[in-house]
């Protein structure tokens, strides 16, 4: 079973609008990370913002924000104000805090963003 | 900031060729990771290393094997290189016993396998 699920095909969203990318996750464990990272065109994976399971309040990072929603198992990343230079493939990753490779992290299939001018 | 370099971004070699690609983090940290970068398929972990000389199996550690003989650099090896290892590959280091330990990323190798 995938324990991260980004199922959008791809995104597109008009400069200076708010969009917002899903993801889900499935764990049974109480104690886990979630992380959203950023990859344009050049390759390099760029880590945007995380959220940790017993956190209360909900990530922000400049114009990122998370709206983690725990009982719906969902983790989506919202973009305020989108620029160009926000066109990229973005990730959704989980830790699960509890198993002994506690390092590990677990990536979705990733979103495609493009933002039009 | 952190730095994590790979030793190419790009790199063509023939089937059956030994084929070494080397990471290399200035931030000190334990832990450092593999992964290969497929169309559809996100990121698949292949080995990381929680200290030097050793090593775990990730998600898809067949045809490969890793060295690290020093804190600072993580070595991927493809002891045969075959078509189906054609990919993008990243390095990462980080990722430590705390929660909010994030991993950080090299800037990857496109390895071609003709």
């Known amino acids: 079973a995938q324990k991260i699920t980004q199922t959008q095909p791809g995104m597109f969203v008009q400069e200076k609008e708010a969009v917002t990318l899903d993801c889900t996750y499935d764990?049974?464990?109480?104690?886990?990370?979630l992380f959203w990272y950023k990859q344009p065109s050049s390759g390099e994976m760029i880590f945007l913002i995380y959220?940790?399971?017993?956190?209360?309040q909900n990530a922000t990072e400049g114009r990122y924000s998370l709206n983690f929603q725990k009982a719906r198992k969902s983790a989506n990343l919202v973009i305020s104000a989108s620029q160009l230079g926000d066109s990229a493939m973005y990730f959704c990753a989980m830790r699960e805090i509890r198993t002994g490779a506690n390092s590990k992290l677990t990536f979705g299939k990733g979103i495609t963003l493009s933002v039009r001018p | 900031d952190v730095k994590v370099t790979q030793s190419s971004r790009y790199l063509v070699k023939r089937t059956g060729e030994k084929v070494f690609l080397e990471c290399v983090q200035d931030m000190d940290h334990e832990n450092m990771f593999w992964y290969r970068q497929d169309p559809g398929l996100g990121l698949r972990l292949i080995y990381f290393s929680y200290d030097v000389k050793m090593k775990e199996k990730g998600d898809i550690p067949e045809g490969y094997s890793v060295s690290r003989e020093k804190k600072e650099r993580f070595s991927l090896i493809l002891e045969s290189a075959s078509t189906n290892q054609t990919s993008m590959y990243l390095c990462?280091?980080?990722?430590?016993?705390?929660?909010?330990?994030?991993?950080?990323f090299g800037p990857g190798t496109r390895l071609t396998v003709l």
């Open positions: 990462a280091s980080g990722g430590g016993t705390v929660a909010t330990d994030t991993q950080y």
């Open positions: 764990t049974s464990d109480p104690s886990y990370g």
């Open positions: 959220q940790g399971s017993y956190d209360q």
